[in-house]
């Protein structure tokens, strides 16, 4: 099973407007964190944001915030008043259990285009 | 300068051939990955070390071998490519007890 699922391959957003990315995961840990990555077309990966399981406020990073539903299992990236250099591929990552040092798990990532 | 450095940034090479991608990094860090980003896949994991002396496998490591030379060099072989392998290969890093991983800017390898 996928441990993480981006459902959205592609999104398109007006400038200026709020989009909200989609990621559900799958784990039996009840100690994760949740990231979201930014990828544009110059292909560097970017850390945008970050989620506990344990965090009872949703994260925030001045135009990101992190939609933290945990019985639904789901991290929506909400991205405000979008800009055109939000354009970009977005990866919703995890990495389960209690130890920081495992690895992060992505999924198949959505294309956001901003459009003006 | 950047602080995860992926050197060759582009290579073309043929079938058969043997290749190695370096990663070398200024922060630090003792944890350090190898990952590779194909179209739709996202990002799957290859090999990953946590120091010099501690390297393990990932998701995806057939075909593919790993070398942490000192702590700020870990390098990725490929002993022969094949066309499966045409990919972006991304280094990343991260402390102990760090959270999110800090990545390179991706070593595009492209296998006639």
């Known amino acids: 099973a996928q441990k993480i699922t981006q459902t959205q391959p592609g999104m398109f957003v007006q400038e200026k407007e709020a989009v909200t990315l989609d990621c559900t995961y799958d784990?039996?840990?009840?100690?994760?964190?949740l990231f979201w990555y930014k990828q544009p077309s110059s292909g560097e990966m970017i850390f945008l944001i970050y989620?506990?399981?344990?965090?009872?406020q949703n994260a925030t990073e001045g135009r990101y915030s992190l939609n933290f539903q945990k019985a639904r299992k789901s991290a929506n990236l909400v991205i405000s008043a979008s800009q055109l250099g939000d354009s970009a591929m977005y990866f919703c990552?995890?990495?389960?259990?209690?130890?920081?040092?495992?690895?992060?798990?992505f999924g198949s990532g959505t294309r956001l285009q901003v459009q003006p | 300068d950047a602080d995860v450095t992926q050197t060759p940034r582009n290579r073309i090479t043929k079938t058969g051939k043997r290749i190695m991608l370096e990663c070398s990094q200024t922060?630090?860090?003792?944890?350090m990955y190898w990952y590779r980003q194909d179209p739709g896949l996202g990002l799957r994991l290859i090999y990953y070390?946590?120091?010099?002396?501690?390297?393990n496998k990932g998701e995806i490591s057939d075909g593919y071998s790993v070398s942490r030379q000192a702590q700020a060099k870990f390098s990725l072989s490929l002993e022969s490519a094949i066309p499966n392998q045409t990919a972006l290969y991304f280094c990343?890093?991260?402390?102990?007890?760090?959270?999110?991983?800090?990545f390179g800017e991706g070593s595009r390898l492209t296998v006639l």
């Open positions: 990552a995890m990495r389960e259990g209690p130890r920081v040092e495992r690895a992060l798990t």
């Open positions: 784990t039996s840990d009840q100690s994760y964190g």
């Open positions: 989620q506990g399981s344990y965090d009872e």
């Open positions: 922060k630090g860090h003792d944890r």
């Open positions: 070390s946590f120091d010099v002396k501690d390297i």
């Open positions: 990343a890093t991260n402390i102990k007890q760090g959270r999110e991983l800090f």
